[in-house]
């Protein structure tokens, strides 16, 4: 490919809307340009890259006898709501854009196909001997993120890989699910990232066990905590860890204090002289669950501690059995609304009151209490009054009246014990997901009514697996992890070109026959190779293909008069003048060897 054909665009100014540095420098390199908001266009050179990180994810699933196919993105509601995910996906602050079709039909563009793909093997397959079955296709996705942000990072189109495998038993997903997660990680290797693989949660998608891989990056919207001898890491949702114990209080008897203007743990801390662990800090919240309505959860946790959202609302939906919709956190502009009289927030102790929610309108009127491990073990401890500018010290869980149910709500954080081992602990890092995989269980199965028939003649539903990987996704995180401060530096295997030939001066007829030799020399020997053959400044060229990152340059300059090029490798910066046919052997020698090729016999 020339360059003076390939619509090039590139900027030196870093554009205002880019919050990251691989969003930066995609714009920059003219790799996408934005339409609209989260809504981006893939130019030739991403188009490339995009290609090659197909390629490589076809040959990984294909060698794990996983079959291609391609399903509808246009989804009818009707079998959403079967899954019963429908309204969770589209309401509030669902992620699923959808509309009505001229005969009055909701449709949903799709974000994920668990309901499709099981409806129509349901249809198909109907026996045991038919599985296993591992279905995946590669495709546009659409989410109606709020806040679209960092480029291909969170945006509202987007290219994905989905599979979807089905089993007779457990046994079998667990088997597909380890091929999977061998597939994944030989993936992510030969596209040339650092990946960490974690146990995640499953979220909206569901199912009893689930892992993501996550790119390592200072930029990660996801925090990860990894113990010290490496062999345990979670995202921050999932992780657990042994907490510390909490500093004995010196209140041994019951006794009110007066807190004036300290509603914050840190306020109270420092004007009562006592340790955050010392205190059980009460959240007010809001749970709102499809068939059971508006439910207040009073939540008590140590005051030293953070609340974890993702943990509490599996916990609400185990509890009432209902599936969460959305969980707030409450205000007095929300009690206001239901008629309820202003809560002394900063003041509210684990006993405040059902009659409280008396007079509101659409609340539930009882709280479901709930307590965190480290709130359940404190004794002695200060917590509030339920009045204003007042708390209470020296306080048990006797005095109180009644423990709440006990659950594990709590954040796990860095410099925790890790649970496998007291002697490690956890430390963090940022990651960016490219990947997830899921075993789902019969959720979609039995919420769809597919089924097989067992060996024994019993009709059973599918036991079923879910495995993604952000294709486009990925390509950033890739710029994320490889960059510097001149611009990309594209690992080889997915790289838009393997080496680029710049000619400083194609007026130089010397110097322009070089460059064509050296371009048609390396398209025969199968190297994927860019020729800048534009009438720019060499500093320009020199620029650009630093920006947009291309592995290895050959440039060709004045000591081509004497059968010489320069050889410059992008990611150390080094550079050897050679002769020119040492210069081709050489280069054809280091790209096949730093190429992660393709080897489909098993590991």
């Not at 429908?86 to 959808?98: C, D, R």
């Not at 008629?339 to 409280?356: A, K, Q, R, T, V």
Request: with cysteine; aromatic share 8%; net charge neutral.
């Amino acid at each position: 490919m020339r360059v003076s054909r390939m619509m090039l665009s590139t900027q030196r100014n870093v554009p205002a809307e880019a919050e990251i540095v691989s969003h930066q420098l995609l714009l920059r390199g003219g790799f996408v340009r934005r339409v609209t908001s989260g809504i981006y266009a893939y130019m030739p050179l991403m188009w490339k890259t995009l290609q090659k990180i197909t390629t490589i994810v076809q040959e990984e699933m294909d060698t794990k006898g996983a079959l291609q196919t391609l399903l509808p993105q246009l989804h009818p509601a009707d079998i959403w709501r079967r899954s019963d995910r429908w309204e969770g996906y589209t309401a509030g602050e669902g992620i699923m854009f959808n509309l009505k079709d001229r005969q009055g039909r909701e449709l949903g563009l799709a974000p994920t196909h668990e309901e499709v793909i099981t409806t129509i093997t349901g249809e198909i397959i109907n026996s045991y001997k038919q599985l296993p079955i591992n279905l995946y296709q590669i495709q546009t996705k659409f989410r109606d993120e709020i806040r679209p942000r960092f480029g291909l990072m969170r945006s509202r189109e987007f290219i994905m890989k989905d599979a979807y495998s089905f089993h007779q038993d457990e046994l079998d997903l667990k088997s597909t699910y380890e091929d999977m997660n061998d597939a994944y990680k030989r993936i992510f290797y030969r596209c040339g990232l650092k990946t960490v693989a974690v146990d995640a949660d499953s979220g909206a998608i569901g199912g009893s066990a689930s892992q993501e891989f996550m790119v390592t990056a200072e930029s990660g919207e996801d925090l990860i905590l990894i113990s010290s001898d490496e062999t345990y890491a979670a995202n921050q949702e999932k992780a657990i860890s042994k907490y510390s114990k909490a500093i004995e209080s010196n209140y041994k008897e019951f006794k009110i204090i007066a807190t004036p203007n300290q509603k914050s743990i840190k306020d109270l801390c420092i004007k009562q002289n006592i340790d955050p662990s010392q205190i059980v800090k009460v959240i007010i919240m809001l749970a709102i669950l499809k068939k059971k309505g508006r439910q207040p959860i009073l939540i008590s946790i140590r005051g030293d501690q953070e609340l974890n959202e993702v943990k509490l609302s599996n916990e609400i939906s185990k509890h009432l059995k209902d599936n969460l919709i959305d969980l707030i956190s409450i205000t007095n502009d929300d009690l206001k609304k239901e008629n309820l009289n202003p809560l002394p927030f900063g003041s509210i102790g684990p006993d405040l009151e059902n009659s409280f929610l008396k007079g509101a309108k659409t609340w539930n009127r009882e709280f479901i209490r709930l307590a965190d491990v480290t709130a359940s073990e404190l004794t002695n401890f200060v917590c509030g009054s339920n009045k204003k500018d007042e708390h209470r010290a020296g306080v048990n869980w006797d005095l109180i009246g009644n423990l709440p149910e006990v659950i594990d709500i709590r954040k796990a954080k860095a410099g925790d014990q890790c649970v496998h081992d007291n002697t490690k602990v956890l430390k963090e890092c940022r990651g960016i997901e490219v990947g997830h995989i899921f075993q789902l269980g019969c959720k979609y199965s039995q919420s769809l009514d597919a089924s097989f028939t067992n060996k024994d003649g019993i009709e059973k539903p599918f036991w079923m697996g879910c495995y993604g990987i952000g294709i486009s996704r990925l390509a950033q995180a890739a710029v994320e992890q490889n960059n510097d401060e001149q611009g990309i530096i594209w690992p080889i295997s997915i790289a838009p070109f393997e080496v680029i030939v710049t000619v400083a001066n194609m007026k130089d007829l010397n110097q322009k026959i070089c460059g064509e030799k050296l371009y048609k020399n390396f398209k025969e020997y199968g190297i994927d190779v860019l020729f800048d053959d534009r009438n720019e400044r060499a500093g320009i060229k020199f620029k650009d293909a630093d920006l947009i990152g291309i592995p290895w340059r050959v440039i060709v300059g004045r000591d081509s008069i004497s059968n010489k090029v320069e050889l410059y490798e992008r990611s150390t910066r080094k550079t050897k003048l050679l002769e020119v046919e040492v210069a081709i052997q050489k280069l054809i020698e280091e790209i096949k060897a730093q190429r992660r090729e393709f080897d489909p016999t098993p590991n």
